[in-house]
């Protein structure tokens, strides 16, 4: 055979080759949906991939030799150089995201002066979660610009917003002029706004679906048009509404009130927006408990506390339901250790169930270690209240992802509530201002328009179905 001859064939079989693993690299996914895979799976992508077209051009080669004429130990040779050159592309990309480009940052910083601070937009800072979350962003150095109508008062933030960082935009977050000025500069998004809790969230469906689930798709949207970097999205494991089952984040989802299902609808409202520049994080939060800048007790943890202190006694309906319970002050920890600690290894969607395994507890042993904080108080059993909500829920993925663990247990807790009534702070539980379903009644018309788009309907109505998942590649 002439040289021309050899040629011409390794041309034709090169051109095989190059084709092929184009197609396969395209089913595999590796251009589409695989864009937005974590590194560790990029690379099983990729030896997939290698190895479907390899396998491919060898039956080729061994159905129609005159097409494809390479030696078999030449189409060996060339799987392990492709398998081992795309591999190393891979690594050395993420090496340069994890170790080159930060380092490179801080020395270009360095040359500027001092690194500017990061922004973070807190929408609902000023609530249960967002008063114990604004001050530790602060203490970490970050600028912070609180997006809250304030329907609860200023008391929460009234300290933070002394601070030089803080800044506080008092208006409606379902505005899109207004989320777009907030979000001008801004690095990082916590997004707490929101009617929380079954009871709040039943006095108005209308009001409930449009700051819950309409209100997020335009949050969501103009933090993408803006770049933020990470956007963090206040769910609840009251999504899994009643199973006798430990579930994790895979598990299936059976809402029992509208709170949930709104929760759900933004949920997969947020997943469908999401691409190689936008990923949110979704947490689903335990049933919190514990003292803040504004502080509930419309939680059974916090209610049955001050009941027992102030009431002398502790009324316990539906005592054998599960809940896993999550202070406070570690549910704003678990939103800053996501905002500071990378998560690419973890495996997607970043949906993460917020708690402690060790804190799955009945409502009745609730009851019990209050009462062994109480003695003096008379436990009661009244009857059921409606609620039925049951679930154990397992935290692991979280740990796993990032290595959160939580700092304070339900006794701790309730020994912080309790300390607090008996100090004096706190002489009236009942006070309209510890109830998100009080404000609400009372304050809704002051604060609160009530427009809703038609779109929001399906949505809702779709929660409760299973959702449709992007394609996996079986490996």
Known sequence: MSLEAIKQDAVLSTSIIVVVSLLVFYWCGFYTFGRAYQSKYKLIIVSQAVAIAY???????????????????????????????????????????????????????GH???????????????????SALVPRLLAEGCCVRILDVMMYGGASIQEA??????ELVQADFRHVDVLVKAMRGVDEVVHLGGLVGDPACAVDEELTIDINLAATRAVAEVAKGAGVHKFVFASTCSVYGASDEVLDERSALNPVSLYARTKIASERLLLKLTDDSFQP????????????????????????????VLDGEITVHGG??????????????????LLREPIEDTEAPFIFNVGCNRENYTIEQVANLIRDQV????????????????????????????????????????RQVRELIQGGAVRNYRDPAYSNVTVLR??????????????????????????????????
């Open 161 to 166: 917003l002394r601070h030089p960082n803080c």
């Open 55 to 109: 396998l491919i051009v060898g039956t080729i080669s061994f159905m129609l030799p005159e097409m494809i004429t390479l030696p078999r130990s030449v189409l060996v040779a060339s799987w392990v150089l492709s398998w081992l050159g795309l591999l190393h592309a891979r690594v050395w990309a993420s090496a340069w995201r994890l170790v080159v480009a930060p380092k490179n940052a801080s020395m270009d910083a």
């Open 281 to 308: 994080i979704i947490v689903r939060f335990g049933t919190i408990y514990g003292i803040s800048g504004r502080t509930r007790f419309d939680l059974v943890v916090n209610l049955l506390t001050a009941k027992a």
């Open 320 to 337: 054998d339901q599960w809940r896993p319970f999550l202070h406070v002050e570690d549910a704003a920890r678990s939103v800053l250790m």
């Open 375 to 414: 003695p003096d108080a008379l436990l009661s059993h009244g009857t059921f209240d409606g609620d039925r909500r049951n679930y154990r829920v397992d935290f692991t993925k979280i740990e796993r992802a990032i290595g959160f663990t939580t700092q304070w247990t339900v006794e701790e807790g309730i």
């Open 112 to 130: 500027a002066g001092t690194p500017k601070p990061r922004t973070v937009l807190v929408i609902g800072g000023g609530g249960y979660i967002g």
């Open 442 to 475: 009372e304050s809704a018309d002051t604060y609160l328009e009530r427009p809703r788009p038609q779109w929001v309907q399906e949505l809702i109505a779709d929660s409760s179905r299973p959702p449709d998942l992007p394609k996996v590649v079986s490996l």
